[in-house]
């Protein structure tokens, strides 16, 4: 039998009531600013999944989520931008006091409402695929990697900085009217807008533990172990890391357009330094082995931090830094692993089952 | 463009280069030695900042004996993370990556608490408020302080790793662990001591930042990945980390030149991605490799 | 008669040491070639160079008439090279079962990986692998806590599962006991009929038993090849052994 934590069949069982509990959340919250904050937390919930496939499954540490997060967000904060803008009033108003006359190349696509929101989640995918793949097939891996994902974060983030024309510069991107698909209006402070990132949240988790299950997820399991081993088996190693790596980024990227379309802004913060090692701290925390685990981080730390406002901010990040050390330091698979302990008790009493297998590191089912 | 304003870009990226190599200076050491990720290193120079800013407000110590105090309080600093958390994650590089991130994360949280998130500044004395004239370049009196500073550290530490017993000791601990400790070696003493000395640096570093710029409780980090992109083009050499932020900043002088600050920092970046695409150990690789 | 490995003029140095010097031999398909030498001969080298581990300075591997010299390692491995390491490597924080199933990698492409659940034929030569194995009983067990020999059987376990044309076996008997040596050698004899395989083994009594072909390694170079009773006749190879014997 082996330890209930394990079971496929139970893990699934704890998604599908995990999604049901968030399903009813619309019908019992009225107060459509909460329900919007509710939202934004699932978007939290997105990138803290992105990241545990990555370095939780893939073993990829990557401090840089930021990247597909912010290009996704400006990608919809421009679609959102264009669809504000007339005929006889063609260039935001940001670019008039740019002194910018006509609509740059880069903008162009985004009139497309379309072919804004393809960009929005192609572009950062595809930064994914080719930064990924490069870095993969020159076999960079570990501390190294995520050393090399911080530059490339830093980069994107002086580059919006500095052309100010273009992005808004540090003031970033403010769309003033609601995200309009088709003929329908959504409005992010009422429940449309949460059905949207529950749909998102649910279809990527979905897809995320489907993944994770396959034989892809299998070898991206063994390459975590030992990727030098896993060549010598016919595996490509660069072309699964960069798999696994443009997929999170993806995710990433989708999370990025639903937050634009909830607080109708996106800024440079987003793809500040303190932003991507806020997501890796959700996933430490909350498990970065478990993809429940995972996004469960992501909605105790961010609710606890704006329930507590922002008086108590600065105490809250204290406390939260010193519980990092702490998980880190003494539970290095975050607070998954005492479910998973709590669990191995429970078996132990059981006399039919066999003894667990030495406890201490989980297997990978998760 | 003409050639004098080209040499004044060169001077500029001297006084470029000397920042970010003192911001670096520190993590070379740690990162060579232990191959520690340390995360909280622009925090301990924010510490560094924060100590003189004490030390000159509080107890009136003039400045230039603020950079010796101040190495002492953050290199106490060092010691004291070094044997509280650090110690136990050596042979996890990731972990220590992310603890010291959580490290960065209390001591930027702790100082805003007791200082409050307004700025601070340090004074100098009057003789360093000037501008001197190199050439047909202007460049303050202070900057030259720093390149000064900078480049006797750099001195000292040459002769502290290549002439000195604990020199000899930082580079066996680094090329063998296991065959240093049958010498006798204490090698955990050595991670303890170069980190302390690590941290000290980033305190000298901070007193000097807290004068270019303003003292905040936030300043540390805008220093932290760009010190860490030095050592690692440096590939962790004391060596390596000089000539890695030399031709750093004057790149960046001359990029700058033609465009922007913002701008010159975005292409400094791309071409540190690439260029450790084609070499991953950096300029100058350590024996021990120990990627 | 051309072999299914060919290894001509292989030359690796590191800096200014030639650790393999103008090496040829080949492996003929369908037997056991066993490689032997003193400590420091080149053995696990020429593994790695065959392996794509390692590129060599000068010289080409074929295999079925391919040139297969300096390709990356999992081309080689898919082109039919499976390989046991000297240092038993497996994938220690996965279960036994994972460790085989991984290993059985017919499908490589991660595409197509992604969505697939069930692979076809692994049910029955996982069932195939670990009775042969012995491993049975132990397959939910976590890799990095069975013991040595297990482990050793685990990963040739994971080269069967690979099914390779030529599999490469570094020291596949260190630590076992008597019975289980004799029992690979069994399985090495066994798998002769659908695979060719090239051993490297200090155990000169296996060696006895299984090789067909002897091929004696010495500084990088091609000592001598035969059969065994023809190297245990060999002058110069009987001096190799001694003269180690005497210096130790």
New interface residues.
């Given amino acids: 039998m082996g330890n209930l934590y394990y079971n496929k069949t139970a893990q699934w069982a704890v998604y599908v009531v995990f999604f049901a509990a968030l399903g009813v959340v619309p019908l019992m919250v009225s107060d459509s600013f909460l329900l919007n904050q509710f939202a934004t937390y699932g978007v939290y919930g997105m990138l803290a999944l992105s990241l545990s496939l990555c370095w939780g499954f893939g073993g990829i540490l990557n401090l840089g989520q930021g990247i597909a997060f912010g290009l996704g967000a400006y990608g919809m904060a421009m679609t959102m931008q264009m669809q504000s803008q007339t005929e006889s009033n063609p260039i935001p108003p940001f670019m008039l006091n740019n002194s910018l006359e006509s609509l740059p190349m880069l903008w162009q696509p985004f009139q497309s409402t379309t072919l804004g929101l393809i960009l929005a989640v192609a572009a950062p995918t595809l930064f994914c695929a080719v930064f990924g793949g490069i870095m993969f097939r020159a076999r960079v891996s570990g501390p190294f990697f995520a050393i090399m994902t911080l530059a490339m974060l830093s980069a994107f983030y002086t580059i919006i900085l500095d052309r100010q024309a273009y992005t808004g510069g540090v003031n970033g991107l403010t769309p003033p009217g609601s995200f309009q698909f088709g003929d329908f209006e959504i409005d992010p402070y009422s429940p449309a807008a949460y059905w949207v990132v529950f749909g998102f949240l649910m279809g990527a988790t979905f897809l995320t533990k489907l993944i994770t299950q396959s034989s892809f997820g299998l070898v991206t399991q063994a390459i975590r172990d030992d990727a030098e081993r896993v060549r010598f088996l016919g595996y490509s190693v660069a072309g699964y890391e960069t798999v696994i790596y443009t997929i999170s980024g993806l995710i990433a990227a989708v999370a990025g357009c639903c937050w634009v379309m909830l607080v109708q802004y996106v800024s440079p913060a987003q793809m500040d330094v303190s932003f991507s090692l806020s997501i890796v701290i959700w996933a430490a925390i909350g498990g970065r082995h478990s993809l429940l685990g995972s996004i469960l981080g992501a909605f105790i730390i961010q609710g606890a931090q704006s329930y507590l406002g922002d008086t108590f901010l600065a105490t809250w990040l204290l406390i939260l830094g010193g519980f990092f050390i702490v998980v880190v330091r003494f539970l290095p698979n975050g607070l998954a692993s005492l479910v998973e302990k709590a669990f191995g008790l429970f078996e132990r009493r059981d006399p039919t089952s066999s003894p667990a297998p030495d406890g201490g590191r989980p297997l990978p089912a998760e | 463009m003409d050639l004098s304003s080209l040499l004044n870009a060169l001077i500029l990226g001297v006084s470029i280069a000397s920042i970010w190599l003192i911001a670096a200076l520190g993590l070379t050491i740690i990162y060579g030695t232990a191959g520690v990720i340390n995360m909280a290193h622009g925090e301990l120079i924010m510490l560094g900042a924060y100590s003189s800013y004490m030390l000159q407000f509080h107890l009136g110590l003039p400045y230039l004996l603020c950079l010796p105090a101040s190495f002492v309080i953050v290199a106490l600093v060092g010691l004291a993370l070094e044997r509280g958390l650090i110690r136990y994650l050596y042979n996890r590089p990731l972990d220590t990556l992310l603890a010291t991130y959580g490290v960065s994360l209390v001591l930027m949280q702790g100082v805003r608490l007791i200082f409050g998130s307004d700025p601070k500044y340090l004074a100098v004395p009057e003789i360093f408020q000037s501008n001197v004239m190199l050439g047909s370049v202007s460049l303050s009196a202070f900057r030259i302080v720093v390149v000064a500073v900078t480049a006797l550290l750099v001195i000292g530490l040459w002769l502290l790793f290549y002439k000195t017993r604990y020199g000899v000791q930082v580079r066996a601990v680094m090329q063998n662990k296991e065959m240093a400790a049958s010498f006798g070696i204490n090698a955990g003493r050595i991670y303890m001591l170069t980190f302390a000395l690590g941290a000290g640096l980033a305190g000298v570093a901070g007193a000097l930042f807290g004068v270019l710029a303003i003292v905040l409780p936030t300043m540390g980090a805008s220093y932290v990945v760009q010190a860490f992109l030095m050592v690692v083009v440096g590939g962790g050499s004391l060596a390596g980390s000089v000539v890695a932020s030399g031709v750093t900043g004057e790149l960046q002088s001359v990029f700058a030149f033609f465009t922007n600050d913002t701008f010159a920092r975005f292409i400094i970046f791309v071409l540190i991605v690439i260029f450790l695409r084609f070499r991953p150990q950096g300029l100058f690789a350590q024996a021990g490799a120990r990627r | 008669m051309s072999g299914l490995l060919e290894i001509r003029n292989l030359s690796k140095s590191f800096d200014a040491t030639k650790v393999i010097n103008d090496f040829s031999m080949e492996v003929v398909e369908g037997t056991i070639c066993c490689l032997v030498g003193p400590n420091g001969a080149g053995k696990t080298t020429t593994m790695d160079l065959i392996?794509g581990?390692i590129k060599p300075t000068s010289g080409k591997v074929f295999f079925a008439n391919d040139d297969i010299t300096a390709k990356?390692?999992?081309l080689i491995?898919?082109a039919g090279i499976?390989?046991k390491?000297q240092v038993p490597?497996?994938?220690?924080?996965?279960?036994v079962q994972?460790n085989l199933?991984?290993?059985f990698?017919r499908?490589?492409n991660?595409?197509r990986?992604?969505?697939?659940?069930r692979?076809a034929g692994l049910k029955d030569k996982l069932d195939e692998v670990a009775t042969l194995a012995g491993l049975t009983g132990r397959l939910?067990?976590?890799a990095?806590?069975l013991s040595h020999g297990e482990t050793q059987w685990l990963e040739i376990g994971?080269v069967l599962m690979?099914e390779p044309r030529l599999l490469l076996m570094d020291e596949p008997i260190a630590g076992m006991t008597e019975g289980e040596a004799e029992k690979t050698a069994q399985i090495f004899k066994d798998l002769r009929k659908s695979a060719t395989l090239l051993v490297v083994e200090h155990d000169m009594g296996f060696v006895r038993e299984i090789a067909d072909v002897v091929v004696v390694m010495h500084m990088g170079s091609l000592l001598a090849q035969g059969t065994i009773q023809q190297i245990e006749a060999d002058r110069r190879v009987r001096d190799v052994y001694l003269g180690e014997q005497e210096a130790a």
């Fill in positions: 392996t581990r990356h390692e999992h491995a898919r499976g390989r390491f490597a497996v994938l220690r924080d996965m279960s994972q199933e991984v290993a990698s499908q490589t991660p595409f990986n992604l969505f697939k659940f692979k939910k067990e976590r990095g806590i994971m690979q």
